[in-house]
């Protein structure tokens, strides 16, 4: 295995589990401050997908090259993440959890409704060409757009008197 590869696949590792980490918090603290949950049924789905969407990466990407240029645009999606993340603060996390307060409007929630389920979608793409796996690129970019399709469904639903 490759340095930038190693290195590459344990960032990502890194950050899903700290996300997961982050996550937990958040939605611990947003529930006791009376917020709610919608869409649980879907979760478990959500997190199956994007397991084996890294074990896919994992176990078919650790002995390829990384192609720098795919790298690059994938360094410039996780200034993208940090901005989404750093916006929400404390409300991030990876269930729809809703609180009765008024939505975020900052940061990229100002230009685009739903930030981070493009950075999502372009991660699906990006970081399997980052190694070369077209076609893993491929399968997922269409599961997670049928998970999204779920997901946005009951998220505008639950969002919708908030608006």
Sequence with gaps: ME???LLFLGF?????????FIAKR???ALLAKGAYEVGAEHYPVMVGMHSLWIACLLFLGYDESVAYGWLAIFAVLQVFRVWILGTLGAR?????IILPEPLVVAGPFKYV????????????IVAPMVLGLTWVALVFTVLNAAMLY??????????????
């Design 3 to 5: 340095t930038a590869t």
């Design 12 to 20: 990502i590792v890194l950050q899903r589990l700290s996300e997961l």
């Design 26 to 28: 958040n939605t611990a």
């Design 92 to 96: 991030w996390t990876t269930r729809v």
């Design 113 to 124: 409704r739903h930030p981070n389920y493009m950075l999502v979608v372009a991660e699906i």
């Design 150 to 163: 779920v997901r946005i469904g009951v998220e505008e639903k639950a969002l919708s008197a908030l608006r």
